[in-house]
């Protein structure tokens, strides 16, 4: 990297928009200290950038300090830099990622540090940043991709893997345009269906090629894969969920960022299918893939697309089906939220938005007409659906896009739910729409006018119609309300403007709308009877209903505010006397009802606080006085009545603090009354009271939310014409006038008189009470505690705690600090160890635990005084008036409201980070918390740990925080007679908090916690020893993250970028001093590591311990088993030796440590050039083992290539003979035959059933590092063990011989020779045949590890020993072949190597497709579904491979198949009107007749093709199912008296029509059908019917797209539809309702066909005369007629959810036909009834559409119930 030779000359050369900070938050500009906040701001900066290289070098806990501080920063500043810095430090945080090894938290923190910053991508060009893709690939393959990951060697934080992905899809927005081919380069061998990375490699595809190019950079970009990945994805099956989701995720980004420069219309039909198709098949949302479909379907509109067309289409198929409860409402709903969220995100960068990557053409961008037609579509389907959650953020969303077609609806739908207010859910509804809607209305200027004459009339109708009884309807009637009048309506009778307008000339509008103003006039005082109301309902669970953070107490502050402040002056006051005259004539001890009264009184004091208070306080303080003097022995009602007005006189204190200062001397003596009266209850509530007296005298907060600019006094003013017309008043933060309290001296004299009366006066009394001085009760003790906790009101104003470390000199101003305390600068350090104090004190007297409580609550509070204001609890308001254009301009309230919670964000954020140093008083709380924690009771030591749990979270892994607290940790375990303190350590030890001390530790406090832990061996207190059973060691090994024991220098990689970035580098002396820091510290922690392996291993020696910890301490040193520390003969030895432990659990936990071990020490594999000429692919070449030479050239590489496509780099693999062998005590171990017996004596008693997978991999990785070096010890033993025929025995021969096999490609040609004559002779020779039902499991486990690791080799050994030589030979007995066929299943998975094996094979199979048994012809059937290569190709020019043609063909052998089916079923192919016709049944009969051998071949040569068509769609790589669609005419023939074989036939009929096929094989499958459409067998007609019904839905898009082919369709259904056999037209029936519910139909072709079928509907049924004289209907004129009717009625079942016009035209002419004979008047009948039951509930609106002579005609064939 290039470095500046004078950096100073470089900044000066900076444009000076660089200069400029990228993006600040312009509220910051609103606040009263903002000088101050700029100036901690730039020091914040500048210190950063100035450390940032010492702790990048140091690589230590200040790093992550220094990441949590940066983190702060960005939350409080945001991206508050120039835009040089925002780029290096990407670019700094890029390159430690990259430099980093082992340190994963590390990493972990600085890939969501980088993703922070890289999210607005709009700030920094391509010109302004470019990144090496190479960078974060590495990142991914040495974490998740890595196979020490997998192996379990390294230990992963949580969620990594989503964050490092999102940094993928943020950075490659910057990868150079050369990137796509490097990367198509890197990756070609992987792009192959067949390669084991072939589904990773997609994934990182979708993830790392760069979609967001220039125009003219295109070439370089998609157009090198488009159309290669495109084929792949089209050709790859649906079932594949996790390749699908790539593939869409990949094409998405490419719509959008190609947005207008891909033709998509070509591909329309096949993708809304498949996205069809995925709902089908996933029954649970997917919301990756249903995020991936909508942005691609969202960014493929345009102006000449017919993209709307198919999403209208999509949408009302899946409508129909949630109407008819056939599909997954929330699924369906996510799709509705998410495409309505995307859709807003393109209108808004396409017309409000200027980014440097807009690059879509104006001709491709959305016009109006493309807004309205998506506004329509999304309208439509919201009624459909009908969203009634309080789902207020994607409702806004949906309102934003349609408010002009809303605006007409929610009034409707609010007419209608009031006709019908017996169902409330209906008014919930458009309540709800009508309250979010209403904004966006308002601001359409094309619109607003109209619709503000609703709004008066519906607000007097809320007004007077609260139900309380209903808690829902209650709810949303006050947030219609709030909605309302948050946008600043005049709530004054304006009338008078209607003479008083000077010149103005008045629209209709207008003067309406003034006239209506008459009825706002008593509004507020009807508003504030509501609230009244609602309080006396004493309702709890209407006051507790909460919906998105919004609560009923809340919801009525805010309005009431709202209703004040745009309420005429006489209004105003009206409310507040009625109110206060309310509140203080009642008492309420309900606690939900005070709260929200205290909040309606905040919302009079906001507004006009001199006044409310004047009003109120005196008559609180008098009342309480009274109570206080007057009853000197309480009683209950004295007692309700005192809280009830200590509820009151808090809310009077929640006001401007200049105001309580006029009060002060009254309430200092009122207070002094309060604490006088012996009262328990009253404690939380005086606490209250005295903490907000500090809080609105001591904090800078916002005044005028919600004040109003009116007064009280002097002359009424009048509201102006603009104001009354001109609402909503919107403002952006540059013209936003607020008014904060910045507090005074004098209300800081104020809070110190109250801190010296009340808080010091109680701190002395503790004082003497903890020297014995002074004696006090429980109860005075109490309240003195309670009072002290009001210190949290004055806590930002309080210095932090004090420390001897050197702060950072942006830490040491603190901007917010007073002087409250009096005289106690260090206030909270004298608290706490005046807490410590009454700790012991607090024991020794009786039932204290309230007091020990509030003690630890108090110690909470100290702590962490600045993480009680939770701003995610209110309720989000910015999400519903957020304008389209995303620009932060609102409503006046609502930006008051954004001030106000940015101000306590910022004010807290700033104090809790100056307050992030660890003191000697957070030492001391540690130690009384430790000692609370480990208490006897149960209820303190849980208050204790949780805030231990948080000391914890704050100080992750601080050595002085583990230093101070593991000791005593240590001491508690070894005293296990104390079960309250063991119970308290083990829970802090392994709390609920991810981070625990017990596997985050640093090494030097693990090396005393492990050992101590199992030392313990409380065995005997069973509930709490279960903490350590095995059940929880996959919990812990979660817990657990890799610690980096060696860190690597640095300063080589990061120096050049430091000196790019222009920001402070080290000297070369302090980088040495560093680095020499860092390799002492790798040495120490080398030695901390192994002696903590020691340790653990002595302990479990020595100790004699209970088998739980025992195999607790085997856990532990598992977990310490790492990549990058190579194991030692101790640990080697510990494991070999407990490997045969006595005990099952600590052999299974030993196995799993001795895996990686052996996984480890295994010998790396080399390059071997191979030369792949020589390698014959296709042939059984079986003289490999000749010499050494042919052994090498017949070595098959250990990657998969790419399928067809030979390999072109060197494979790898290990030379037995050049690999050095270390660690010889396994090897002596196995050689050892006591050792070996003692293993095959303890795996062999076993009662697991399967095969055990570590087992496994133990043997493996043994023989690949030794290879098979005791064959002489081990093959007698195998032998021995299958002998004993028992499924223990035979297991655990299996597991040493699968180990044995996957270890042959490191085996030489002299060891592999010796396993293949075992093999062969021993194995298959003489126990092979032996399995039975009860091992055939074991035995196919070992026939598939011959097909893995891709050797070549074992797999021949195979199949010439199973298929060529034994499979069908008499004397093997049918029970062998069908376990045999399956046996062999998994080699097909992989037989593009083998072509002319598969070959081979097919040919051997083909002569016994007809097997005379069962179950061989299903294994069979099975077989032939992976004998086929599936023909998936990407083009040569992508990887640079060419095809082998050698493969067995799926088509040829189809087309045999159907030239031996028609040999035999040929004579069925005659229609029904043929001669021949009466004839066919007993042709059928013959031909299918199971009593013959023809026949019986027939039926099993059928079952074996159905077995093998089911199971080829189910495959993963299920591809060119088209191929069997020749033989759809012989699977509808089949009907036989063999019942399986029937529904076999019917089976692959359904599956052969739910695939998706592409638009040029569509016309060849409607010829097959129109084939045998017409047959003389019944059966046959019904199941064409029925597979035209699958295949419609299935391909309906790409039907759609060419009108010929839909036509063909109908004319095959409208034939059928007069079908002799009325359960053939029944079906006809259902199928065309489906396809005209899934297809919409040109009008033109829909009217031809409804008057195609009401021209069958009246013809004449002519009577006949029988054999007998009678006269009777003609069925052949009743089958047309009939035929008819059906086609009408099939139209009325395609609008289950609507009523088009037409529709009413069919309905009318049904109600002709009651008089018709059966079948048809059934079909009228029960066509009509299932009209009424889904159109029931939409009866009002619809019924509009028939005159009252209609409605009688339908009344006389529907029960009249309907229409009552």
């Known amino acids: 990297m290039d470095v500046p030779d004078d950096p100073k000359t470089n900044l000066e050369q900076m444009d000076c928009d660089e200069l400029k900070l990228q993006k600040t938050n312009k509220l910051q500009n609103c606040l009263p200290y903002n000088d101050n906040l700029i100036r901690v701001r730039d020091s914040y900066l500048n210190n950063l950038k100035s450390n940032l290289s010492q702790v990048v070098l140091s690589q230590d806990d200040t790093f992550i300090q220094w990441i949590k501080v940066f983190n702060e920063y960005l939350n409080m500043f945001d991206l508050a830099f120039t835009k040089h810095d925002h780029v290096m430090f990407i670019k700094i945080f890029l390159q430690v990622i990259d430099s980093i090894e082992d340190d994963f938290v590390l990493i972990h923190k600085l890939v969501r540090l980088t993703n922070y910053l890289l999210k607005r991508s709009y700030l920094l060009s391509r010109d302004d940043l470019q990144i090496d893709w190479r960078i974060l690939f590495r990142l991914m393959e040495k974490t998740y991709s890595s196979s020490y990951y997998y192996a379990k060697l390294i230990h992963l934080p949580h969620n990594l893997l989503t964050d490092a992905v999102s940094l993928v899809i943020n950075s490659n927005v910057y990868f150079s345009k050369e990137s796509t081919a490097e990367m198509l380069s890197d990756w070609k061998q992987y792009y192959c269906i067949y390669s084991n990375e072939f589904t990773q490699y997609i994934q990182y595809s979708s993830l790392f090629f760069p979609t967001l190019l220039p125009p003219g950079e295109h070439e370089f970009g998609f157009k090198l894969w488009f159309n290669d990945f495109f084929k792949l994805w089209i050709s790859y099956p649906t079932s594949s969920k996790e390749l699908q989701q790539d593939f869409v995720s990949l094409f998405s980004y490419l719509s959008c960022d190609a947005c207008g420069f891909i033709d998509w219309d070509q591909y329309l039909p096949l993708i809304f299918q498949r996205f069809l198709k995925f709902f089908a098949n996933n029954s649970h949302s997917n919301s990756r893939q249903i995020q991936g479909y909508t942005k691609w379907i969202v960014y493929m509109i345009s102006p000449k697309s017919r993209c709307l067309e198919y999403l209208k289409q999509f949408f009302r198929q899946r409508s129909i089906n949630m109407c008819m409860n056939l599909s997954n409402s929330d699924s369906f709903r996510s799709v509705i939220t998410s495409i309505v969220d995307t859709f807003l995100n393109r209108l808004c960068q396409e017309r409000y938005k200027k980014n440097w990557y807009k690059f879509t053409p104006n001709e491709q961008m959305l016009t109006d007409d493309d807004v309205r037609q998506f506004a329509s579509i999304i309208v439509e389907i919201y009624e459909k659906v009908n969203l009634n959650e309080f789902d207020v953020k994607n409702l806004y969303k949906f309102s934003l896009i349609s408010s002009e077609i809303l605006a007409e609806r929610v009034i409707v739908k609010l007419d209608q739910a009031y006709e019908q207010i017996s169902e409330p859910s209906r008014l919930v509804s458009a309540l709800q729409l009508f309250s979010i809607s209403l904004y966006p209305i308002l601001n359409n200027p094309k619109i607003n006018s109209q619709y503000r004459l609703q709004i008066i009339p519906i607000l007097n109708s809320l007004v007077n119609s609260i139900n309380t009884n209903d808690h829902m309807l209650c709810f949303i009637q006050m947030f219609s309300i709030h909605s309302i009048v948050t946008l600043d309506i005049p709530l004054d009778d304006c009338s008078y403007l209607l003479e008083d307008n000077g010149d103005l000339v008045l629209n209709e509008f207008e003067t309406q709308m003034l006239m209506d103003s008459r009825q706002l006039e008593d509004f507020a005082i009807q508003f504030i009877n509501c609230c009244f109301t609602i309080i006396e309902s004493n309702n709890e669970d209407m006051f507790k209903l909460s919906k998105g953070g919004l609560t009923m107490k809340l919801l009525l502050w805010k309005t009431l505010a709202n209703v004040l402040k745009n309420s005429s002056i006489k209004g105003q006051k009206l409310i507040c006397d009625k109110l206060f005259s309310y509140v203080t004539s009642h008492i309420f001890e309900n606690e939900e009802c005070c709260k929200i009264i205290t909040k309606l009184i905040g919302a009079c004091f906001s507004v006009n606080p001199e006044y409310s208070m004047e009003r109120l306080f005196p008559v609180v303080s008098k009342n309480i006085k009274s109570i206080i003097e007057n009853k000197n022995e309480f009683k209950e009602i004295c007692k309700s009545e005192l809280l009830y007005n200590l509820h009151l006189l808090n809310a009077c204190f929640v006001i401007d603090g200049k105001v309580l200062i006029k009060y002060q001397s009254v309430i200092v003596d009122l207070l002094k009354h309060i604490f006088n009266v012996e009262f328990e209850d009253y404690f939380i509530l005086l606490n209250q009271v005295l903490c907000n007296l500090f809080i609105y005298l001591t904090r800078t907060f916002l005044l005028n939310a919600g004040k109003s600019t009116r007064c009280f006094d002097g002359q009424k003013e009048k509201c102006s014409f603009d104001q009354f017309m001109n609402w909503p008043k919107i403002t952006d933060v540059k013209n936003l006038q607020l008014e904060w309290h910045v507090p005074n001296e004098d209300e800081l004299n104020f809070a110190r008189l109250l801190f010296r009366t009340f808080i010091k006066e109680n701190l002395e009394k503790l004082e003497e009470w903890t020297e014995n001085r002074l004696e006090l009760t429980k109860y005075q003790l109490m309240k003195s505690l309670y009072i002290i906790v009001s210190f949290r009101g004055f806590m930002y104003s309080l210095p932090n705690f004090d420390s001897n470390s050197i702060m950072p000199s942006y830490l040491e101003e603190d901007i917010f600090a ?40 108090t110690v909470d509070f100290l702590l962490f005084p600045f993480d009680s204001i939770k701003l995610n609890s209110y309720f989000n308001y910015k999400s519903i008036y957020q304008p389209i254009s995303k620009e932060n301009r609102f409503p006046a309230s609502i930006q008051e409201s954004r001030a106000k919670l940015y101000n306590m964000k910022l004010v807290s954020t700033l104090k809790s980070i100056s307050d992030s140093n660890f003191t000697d008083s957070h030492i001391l709380a540690v130690d009384l918390l430790l000692q609370l924690s480990t208490c006897s009771c149960s209820k303190i030591r849980k208050y204790a740990q949780s805030v231990f749990e948080k000391i914890y979270r704050k100080f992750p892994n601080l050595n002085s925080l583990c230093k101070s607290i593991v000791p005593k940790l240590v001491e508690n375990l070894r005293n296990i007679e104390n079960y309250d303190a063991l119970k308290g350590t083990i829970f802090i030890l392994t709390g609920r908090f991810t981070d625990n001390m017990m596997f985050h530790s640093p090494l030097d406090q693990l090396v005393q916690l492990w050992p101590a832990v199992i030392k313990a061996n409380f065995a005997e207190k069973s509930k709490l020893a279960t903490t350590f059973n095995k059940s929880r060691f996959d919990i812990f090994s979660s817990l657990y993250t890799t610690i980096p024991i060696k860190r690597k220098h640095m300063s080589s990689d990061i120096k050049p970028i430091f000196q790019q970035a222009q920001f402070n580098f080290p000297s070369e002396a302090q980088v040495e001093l560093i680095e020499k820091q860092i390799s002492n510290e790798n040495q120490t922690n080398e030695q901390l590591y192994n002696k903590l392996i020691h340790e653990l291993v002595q302990t479990l020696r020595e100790e004699k311990l209970h088998w739980l910890f025992y195999n607790f301490g085997v856990f532990c040193l598992d977990l310490l088993i790492r990549y990058d520390m190579e194991p030692n003969e101790e640990l080697i030895d510990f494991f070999l030796d407990n490997f045969i432990h006595e005990s099952l659990d600590i052999r299974t936990t030993s196995a799993k440590g001795l895996k990686k071990i052996l996984y480890l020490i295994r010998p790396k594999k080399e390059s071997l050039k191979i030369d792949f000429d020589s390698i014959k692919y296709n042939t059984l070449n079986q003289n490999y083992l000749e010499n050494d030479q042919t052994h090498g050239s017949a070595m098959f590489h250990d990657k998969v290539h790419a399928g067809y496509y030979p390999m072109s780099y060197n494979a790898k693999r290990r030379p037995i003979e050049t690999t050095i062998i270390k660690n010889e005590s396994i090897r002596n171990r196995f050689c050892d035959e006591s050792y070996l017996d003692k293993v095959v004596e303890l795996y062999s008693v076993e009662s697991s059933k399967s095969v055990n997978s570590y087992f496994v991999k133990i043997w493996k990785y043994l023989f690949q590092t030794y290879g098979l070096f005791n064959d002489d010890l081990i093959y007698p033993r195998i032998e021995k063990l299958l002998k004993v025929d028992k499924h223990c025995c035979d297991k655990l021969a299996i597991e040493i011989m699968i180990g044995i096999n996957r270890a042959i490609p490191w085996f030489n040609r002299i060891e592999m020779s010796k396993f293949k004559s075992f093999l062969i002779e021993t194995i298959f020779g003489k126990y092979f045949s032996r399995f ?14 011959f097909f893995t690791e891709r050797d070549l080799r074992r797999s021949l050994w195979v199949f010439e020993h199973i298929m060529f030589d034994n499979l069908f030979l008499e004397t093997t007995s049918p029970y062998y072949q069908f376990a045999f066929v399956l046996q062999l299943l998994p080699a097909m998975e992989n037989n593009w190597k083998f072509g002319q094996i598969s070959k081979n094979a097919l040919s051997l199979i083909e002569q016994n497709l007809d097997h005379p048994y069962q179950n061989v012809r299903f294994a069979l059937g099975e077989f032939l579904a992976f004998i086929f290569f599936n023909r998936v190709e990407i083009d040569p020019a992508i990887n640079g491979f060419s095809k082998q043609i050698i493969e067995p063909n799926r088509l040829e052998f189809i087309e045999r198949i159907v030239q031996k089916l028609n040999q035999e079923m040929g004579p069925l192919f005659v229609n029904q009107n043929s001669q021949m016709a009466s004839t066919m049944a007993a042709t059928k009969s013959n031909i299918f007749d199971l009593e013959t051998s023809n026949g019986k071949k027939l039926n099993h ?66 010829s097959i059908l129109i084939k045998v459409a017409n047959n003389w067998n019944w059966h046959t007609r019904k199941r064409v019917i029925s597979f035209l019904s699958q295949f419609a839905y299935n391909n309906i898009f790409i039907l759609s797209s060419e009108s010929k082919h839909m036509d063909l369709i109908l004319q095959i259904i409208v034939d059928i539809l007069e079908d002799e056999v009325l359960e053939v037209r029944s079906s006809a029936f259902v199928t065309l309702s489906t396809i005209l519910i899934w297809n919409s139909l040109e009008s033109k072709r829909k009217q031809l066909l409804i008057d195609q079928f009401k021209r069958k509907s009246t013809h004449k049924i002519r009577k006949i005369l029988t054999s007998d004289g009678e006269r009777i209907n003609d069925q052949a004129d009743i089958r047309i007629r009939h035929g008819g009717i059906l086609g009408l009625c099939s139209f009325i079942y395609a609008h ?43 009866w009002l609106e619809y019924k509009q559409k028939f005159s009252s002579d209609e409605l009688l005609e339908l009344n006389n064939i529907i029960s009249p119930s309907y229409y009552a």
């Open 1696 to 1738: 289950p959810d609507d009523l088009p016009d037409y529709l009413k035209e069919i309905l009318l002419t049904l109600t002709q036909h009651q008089s018709d004979p059966q079948p048809i008047l059934k079909s009228i009948t029960l066509t009509l009834n299932w009209f009424k039951q889904t159109h029931q509930k939409n």
């Open 1501 to 1566: 040569l059928i079952e074996t093709i159905t077995r093998w068509i089911s199971r080829s769609v189910k495959t993963k790589t299920a591809t060119n199912i088209e191929d069997f669609v020749l033989l759809v005419p012989y699977l509808c023939l089949v009907h036989t008296n063999n019942k399986e074989v029937n529904e076999g036939a019917e089976k692959c009929l359904t599956n052969i029509a739910s695939q998706t096929y592409q638009l040029e094989q569509i016309e060849p499958i409607i």
């Open 1332 to 1345: 039975n039902s009860e091992s055939y499991d074991l035995w196919a486990r070992f026939i598939s590890s």
């Open 818 to 857: 007073m002087d409250i305390t009096d005289g106690c600068p260090m206030f909270r350090d004298q608290l706490l160890k005046l807490l410590v104090k009454m700790k012991p004190r607090l024991e020794e007297m009786p039932d204290t635990v309230d007091l020990l409580i509030l003690l630890i609550q």
